[in-house]
């Protein structure tokens, strides 16, 4: 389906089938002639967390943008059984994305656990798959959870994974949507109702499914000594994810590392401080892509 976007750019929205049959759910936006940002949401939302990003004219005069639901997420397929959250199925579904929409070497930009697919990716599909990642806010990948993510954020899992207290599991959906944000009350209510929705999508009895694949960092790691360029952007005030704790975590596994810090940012400091973040992008695009592809090793 092709949608009206504005006069320069449009969406195209799709169901890709992944190599185990599931369907992912994407969207491209903008001129596919210009290399590509592929954003990817976090834990329990979708693809609707991009609306605004999607939209962002600094962007779409540098960059085609895509956006897909994870397996387990949104639109997108959600198998019944933990094998089918594997990392190998993750890439697979990465993969799918980019043949359908004629992707070659994006910049993969994940968003708190939407980053722990760079992982996936660099493991089970080729080396030059990637032109660089983004870890926004990031969970890097899952072996470093109760490293980097915050007691606050570790005491919600209960309620998240609650199946026989439907008052848990709702007020912590709720709340775990709205402290998204350093300011809810500012976010638009069809905006707010739409994130803390995505939530309501995976039963209580799936949802532990969705951080509970093995992941190899050996290819990740390969990938970052030999030149994959990293962009780690944390929040001054994120709530989920401690930015200096993931600094830590990525320290000498990449040898083209930009660090920036949004101060006082929320852990969707994305939505709260686009004009920060899409600079930094830019920036980071733009040099990118100039650059390159990195030979393979």
Do not use: C
């Not at 890709?16 to 049959?21: I, K, R």
């Not at 599991?169 to 995505?198: C, K, M, Y």
């Not at 083209?256 to 929320?266: C, E, I, M, Y």
Request: charged share 20%; no cysteine; aromatic share 10%.
């Amino acid at each position: 389906m092709v949608l009206g976007l504005n006069a320069t750019a449009s969406v195209v929205e799709k169901f890709v089938t992944s190599s185990d049959g599931v369907e992912i759910f994407a969207q491209a936006v903008g001129d596919s002639r210009l290399p590509t940002l592929i954003f990817i949401h976090g834990l329990a939302l979708s693809a609707l967390v991009w609306v605004k990003i999607l939209r962002d004219a600094n962007l779409l005069k540098s960059f085609q943008l895509v956006a897909y639901d994870l397996r387990g997420h949104g639109r997108s397929g959600k198998p019944d059984t933990l094998s089918g959250y594997s990392s190998e199925l993750y890439a697979q579904d990465f993969a799918a994305v980019l043949k359908t929409f004629g992707i070659k070497s994006p910049i993969l930009v994940g968003w708190s656990l939407g980053a722990t697919i760079a992982a996936d990716v660099t493991t089970y599909i080729e080396p030059d798959t990637l032109a660089g990642v983004v870890y926004t806010a990031a969970l890097p990948w899952l072996g470093v959870n109760q490293i980097v993510a915050t007691e606050w954020v570790q005491s919600l899992i209960p309620g998240l994974l609650a199946t026989n207290d439907s008052n848990l599991s709702i007020s912590t959906r709720i709340e775990f949507g709205t402290q998204l944000f350093n300011h809810p009350e500012a976010v638009p209510t069809d905006v707010l109702w739409s994130w803390i929705g995505s939530t309501i999508l995976q039963p209580p009895s799936k949802f532990g499914f969705l951080m509970g694949r093995t992941q190899d960092t050996t290819k990740l790691f390969e990938a970052g000594g030999n030149g994959l360029p990293l962009l780690v952007i944390n929040g001054g005030a994120d709530k989920y994810i401690d930015g200096e704790k993931v600094l830590e975590v990525v320290d000498g596994h990449f040898k083209d590392l930009t660090v920036h810090t949004v101060k006082n940012g929320s852990h969707a400091f994305f939505y709260e401080d686009q004009a920060e973040f899409v600079r930094e992008l830019v920036k980071f695009g733009k040099r990118v892509f100039a650059q390159g592809p990195k030979p393979s090793r």
